[in-house]
């Protein structure tokens, strides 16, 4: 799975990999070689101590707790308008346009079990449709809006803060 991870802290990192490829000149002229093997590239930026990860696969909210309970942590809790914003540089555009988070009806709380006061619910959610696991839009700013749990969207992710 191709993954994007961002490290928030004092300092946190957006990594990504790419082919290991190398230009070179031989007899017959030029020629590009690639290697399996990747290169891992990070850049510094500023934040909380938590990693996000975007995963492309899409996944119904349930299968993408588990996948995220077992390669990481859990599903993304987004805390504060910073998280909301970095959570937005790693999936929209690449993957999808929608992408699960952490957060669903049981009065409202996220999978980790963490609570927080914060919401970035977009005009008119959540709307109460019988709509029980929470998308980010990353259309609209990254609102959020409540859906049925058995779609499959690609998702988001968090782990320690390491990239």
Known sequence: MSEVRILT??????????????HYSDVDGWDVVCYAASTLLC???SGSDVTFV???????????QSYCRAHHTDLASVRN??????????LPGV????????????????????????SFW???QPDNNYETCVAADFSQSGT????PCDLKRAFI???PGEC
């Open 9 to 22: 802290s004092d300092v946190f990192l957006l990594c990504f990999s790419l082919p290991l490829c190398f």
């Open 95 to 118: 993957y999808s346009i929608w992408g699960w988070i952490g957060l669903f009806r049981d009065s409202w709380k996220w999978s980790d079990g963490s609570t927080s006061s914060f």
């Open 157 to 159: 992710c968090y782990g």
């Open 122 to 124: 977009k005009n008119g």
């Open 43 to 45: 850049a510094s930026f």
């Open 144 to 147: 959020w809006e409540d859906w």
């Open 54 to 64: 975007s995963i492309k696969t899409s996944m119904t909210w349930t299968q993408a």
């Open 81 to 90: 308008m910073t998280e909301n914003q970095k959570i937005q540089v790693i």
